[in-house]
């Protein structure tokens, strides 16, 4: 992990990022003709192709992050009670960040732990 983000999120990141310099390749390339002449035709059909691939595997990564968030699990955050998707086994939540995992032998806290200890908090803000 790169980011601290949710796996889903880091894809959608990748995606955009590729895409993004593809384009810019591309643009450039075409620059190039516009400044360098006829010498520039080089750069431009360099950028083209670098630019078309990169799209291309951002259009994979987007393909793949959707073929990836169908299997994915839907849940509650317990941290800020709103619908996250997970990865795998551990993945952040898509809001707030918090590590949630599915593996009991991972978790350091489990969710009835965590309400219990959020119900308490709220308890002494209360009180104070
Ligand atoms: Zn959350």
Redesign the pocket.
């Given at each position: 992990m790169l980011f601290k983000s949710s796996k889903i999120n880091e894809f959608r990141l990748w995606g955009l990022l590729l895409t993004m310099l593809g384009m810019g390749l591309m643009v450039l390339g075409t620059a190039g003709i516009v400044f360098w002449g006829h010498s520039g035709r080089i750069v431009a059909a360099i950028g083209l192709v670098v630019g078309l691939i990169s799209m291309m595997g951002s259009l994979g990564i987007y393909f793949w992050a959707g073929m990836l968030s169908t299997t994915a699990v839907q849940l509650e955050?317990p941290?800020?009670h709103?619908l996250?998707k997970m990865l795998g086994k551990t993945d952040r939540?898509m809001?707030?960040k918090?590590i949630l995992t599915l593996d009991p032998a991972k978790a350091n806290i489990t969710a009835d732990e965590l309400e219990l200890r959020q119900s308490k908090s709220a308890q002494d803000v209360t009180t104070n």
């Open positions: 955050c941290e800020c709103k996250t939540c809001f707030c918090t």
